[in-house]
């Protein structure tokens, strides 16, 4: 049988025998025995997928990137946009006005349809920025307006635009769409999201869209188009053409929902991968479903496979109807119907479901890859990048780009590293094709980690940049600004990485490697002490690093989990004692006793003094508390304090069930609880909330007063409050569900494993908004914010936010950053968390 038919196409691993050799070259005789019985039978959840077709499809386009050596195509159902775009068109009126161009890089030319002309060429012009980040900026901006003169447009809810771009030599196009009504910060001002990046293809007549129903519209001044200058990684015509042929004010009968927490009345809100078995299976609508019927029909032969009545469910967000389907737990592929809507079909399997959607995001974590020509997106990238340190100058390519512009931060490469390692040791046995190809990933940033070691504790850390160089050393575009530091938080870390990266390698890996990894381990954690005692907690420098909000129980935390790491690899009793001690600190930290009547407790304050909980806004290692206890249980089980250290982890698994009464009938971990009066702690305020404005405790209290009020002095906050560009919650929720599935594993508890369980779903599409947050995997998932590498398929943003001082979901079309954007982070958490989730 012809691969792509179903069970009996030829094994996968077999068929591009360069790829194949390249994943078993390194594997014991049993592990490829494996990975040849993976190949031909898949995992229950591979044979039950959408159709053999489809999962015919993907395994094909798996395959055709040599298990993703060069950037996966494949994509689930369809994207939000296509969807959206097929929407019936109910009234349509042309936008005429006068076109006008902004900046010396645009020019008109003249024609039957509206082309700006963009200048491309960089010459020997430097990129420069802001006074205290220089280097972080681009070459300019290209802008084409259209002054429509205060039209109203309160009649219409989208846009629609015609755009031919001619970009030889530029891989990646797209174009930022601004809005401008006259009175947008007046009354009933317009969400403060910004422009819209729309992702186009070149030499084509792209169809796009913005939905501008939750946009004040009845005096709109101009539309604005812009391009964004940011060098060349190779040689480009120095002239791009972006030709506009038309634009258009439509009226579609059903805009898309963009915030607050009740369903869409035509929408089932479900996990669009699948659902573990094992696990509670629920499904979400709106109210008016309350009552109704519902089937589960099996779409391998349309069989109903099991009926019932849609549930009422109140709660502190509203009332809605809830579909329980727990009862099934056969494997296969379904889809729900009830009052004549259908779900896409799902899968119901083991843990191994996620696999394909691992495949996806580990797609797009290669092509962030920096310093490596990525097919498609980049050639081979910032080789003349570099960090200066006792008069060396050392390059800064390698890992991972941090997001959707170019930055990079080495620490942020570790945790991903870390994270595929995790994912790596999960499933060598189980799925051995993959586990390889998340060795060699994980690999890839190790490299970076070790080579920016600067041998004295110091370490080539971060650089924020926007552009591509030309990769000419000395020319005008080099760059020697990359931050060093010595700090001892981060040394802790790359600490317990290096050493649990030389404890769980194996299967052929270099064993000088692992010496050099074993000893870094040792070196840093040695830094870190000695760092500590000259700083404490201190030696902060850069506020964009995403350390700069930790807290000192975090960093204990931290200590410890590297100091247990350390023990387990080595055997030292020296580190065991360390483990312990920075322990200590750490459960003086946690509130044990409840809050009030709530119960609510199990949580940790900054420090002894308690003036401030811990939580987040952006960047979260939450779980670290967690992984350092628990590691305590596995690495000293004998010694007297364990039943102290489970005890902590019982009352922190008991706080994350507390939690979820407040977003249920959903399954997103809250962003927990808050003292009223944090803003008073500044040090602490300041350094999690980064270029606060000025009425920064004004809008604390407004925003406290939105969450749920708990007890004397503390609050419930669904989402964090945040009132800056860092904003979007998938890291502090599903850092939360990584630190709930780590106290499952330690108790036995299958209700928090579930939890954990539920970040997941939500991510999938178990969201008020019906959309996957992975691209490319379910269906319904938006376009994302990255104007640097373009549209990739596994790619993650930061998150859905809230918007102003509300404490709902806020999830609009508009893409643009922060909570748009494309993150590394984001990729990270998602195997970190599919790693715990299936361990028992």
Not at 140 to 156: F, R
Not at 420 to 449: I, K
Not at 529 to 556: A, K, N, R
Not at 707 to 716: C, S
Request: proline share 4%; hydrophobic share 40%.
């Amino acid at each position: 049988m012809a691969a792509g038919t179903g069970m009996g196409r030829i094994p996968l691993l077999f068929t591009h025998s360069q790829y194949a050799f390249l994943f078993l070259y390194t594997m014991s005789p049993a592990r490829i025995a494996v990975a040849c019985l993976t190949a031909m039978s898949l995992s229950a959840a591979a044979l039950f997928s959408i159709s053999s077709y489809a999962r015919g499809s993907f395994d094909s386009a798996l395959m055709r990137s040599g298990y993703i050596h060069e950037p996966l195509r494949h994509t689930d159902g369809i994207s939000l946009e296509d969807e959206a775009l097929a929407k019936p068109v109910l009234d349509s009126v042309e936008l005429r006005g006068s076109w006008g161009v902004w900046g010396e890089r645009a020019t008109l030319v003249p024609g039957d349809a509206v082309t700006m002309r963009v200048n491309f060429d960089t010459g020997s012009d430097r990129a420069r920025g802001s006074a205290g980040d220089p280097d972080y900026a681009l070459y300019g901006h290209a802008v084409a307006t259209l002054d429509l003169g205060g039209v109203d447009l309160s009649d219409y809810n989208r846009l629609c635009l015609l755009i031919e771009p001619h970009c030889p030599g530029i891989r990646i196009v797209n174009i930022n769409l601004a809005f401008n009504n006259r009175n947008a910060y007046g009354e009933g001002f317009n969400p403060p999201t910004g422009a819209h990046l729309i992702q186009l293809r070149p030499d084509t007549l792209n169809r796009c869209y913005l939905e501008i129903a939750d946009l004040r519209r009845d005096c709109v001044d101009n539309i604005s188009l812009s391009v964004s200058i940011n060098g060349a990684d190779l040689p480009v015509a120095a002239e791009a053409l972006y030709t506009i042929r038309g634009i258009s004010a439509q009226r579609v009968g059903e805009v898309e929902k963009l915030s607050g927490w009740e369903p869409a009345a035509s929408h089932i809100i479900y996990s669009q991968s699948g659902y573990v078995a094992e696990s509670p299976k629920t499904a979400i609508c709106h109210e008016s479903f309350a009552g109704h019927r519902y089937k589960i029909v099996r779409t391998t032969d349309n069989a109903e496979v099991l009926k019932g009545k849609i549930s009422k469910q109140k709660s502190t967000i509203g009332t809605y109807g809830v579909i329980d389907f727990s009862k099934l737990t056969t494997p296969g592929s379904y889809c729900i119907v009830a009052d004549g809507t259908s779900t896409a079909p799902f899968v119901i399997g083991d843990d191994s479901m996620w696999d394909s959607s691992c495949w996806r995001v580990l797609n797009y974590i290669f092509c962030q890859r920096c310093g490596y020509a990525v097919p498609g997106v980049h050639s081979l990238c910032h080789t003349d990048l570099y960090s200066l340190h006792n008069g060396l100058r050392r390059p800064f390519a390698g890992g991972w780009h941090d997001a959707g512009d170019l930055s990079q931060q080495t620490l942020q490469t570790a945790d991903v590293a870390f994270a595929l390692l995790e994912l790596y040791e999960s499933r060598r046995d189980t799925n051995p094709v993959l586990a390889a190809r998340l060795r060699e990933e994980a690999l890839w940033g190790l490299d970076f980690v070790l080579r920016n070691r600067l041998g004295d504790g110091y370490h080539a850390s971060s650089m924020g940049l926007l552009i591509w160089q030309d990769g000419i050393v000395g020319s005008h575009d080099d760059i020697e600004s990359v931050r060093v530091q010595n700090l001892p938080y981060d040394n802790f870390l790359y600490s317990a990485y290096e050493a649990y990266a030389a404890r769980i390698l194996d299967d052929g890996t270099d064993p000088s490697l692992i010496h050099y990894l074993a000893r870094a381990a040792r070196e840093d954690y040695d830094y870190a002490l000695c760092q500590f005692d000259s700083v404490g907690f201190g030696g902060w420098i850069s506020p964009y690093e995403h350390t700069y909000c930790t807290s000192e129980s975090q960093f204990m935390a931290t200590a410890s989990w590297a100091a247990s790491q350390l023990y387990a690899l080595t055997g030292d009793a020296r580190y065991a004692g360390d483990a312990r001690r920075h322990a200590d600190y750490v459960l003086g930290c946690q509130c044990t006793e409840p809050l009030g009547d709530t119960g609510i407790c199990g949580f940790f304050y900054r420090n002894p003094e308690r003036r401030s909980v811990v939580h987040y806004i952006h960047q979260s290692r939450e779980q670290q508390y967690m992984q350092a206890l628990a590691e305590l249980c596995r690495t000293q089980p004998s010694h007297p304090d364990c039943a102290r250290w489970s005890r902590a982890i019982e009352l922190y698994g008991g706080y994350i069930k507390s939690l979820m009464a407040y977003t249920a009938p959903y399954g997103m971990i809250p962003a927990g609880i808050y003292r009223d009066d944090e803003y008073l702690d500044k040090e602490a305020f300041f350094s999690v909330h980064l270029f606060p404005p000025a009425d920064a405790a004004d809008r604390f209290r407004a925003q406290a007063a939105n969450g749920v009020h708990v007890a004397p002095g503390y609050f419930v906050k669904r989402f964090p409050v945040w009132f800056n560009i860092f904003n979007g919650n998938i890291a502090v929720h599903t850092s939360m569900g990584k630190a709930a599935a780590i106290c499952a594993n330690i108790l036995g508890d299958d209700d928090l494993r579930d939890i954990a369980r539920e970040q997941l779903y939500w991510i999938v599409g178990k969201n008020p908004f019906d959309q996957s947050l992975i691209y490319g995997e379910g269906a319904r998932y938006p376009s994302l914010n990255n104007f640097s590498s373009g549209e990739i398929v596994g790619a993650m943003p930061v998150g859905i936010r809230s918007l102003a001082d509300t404490d709902e979901p806020y999830w609009p079309q508009i893409n643009n950053a922060c909570y748009k954007e494309v993150w590394l982070t984001s990729a990270g958490k998602w195997l970190s968390l599919v790693a715990e989730t299936d361990k028992s």
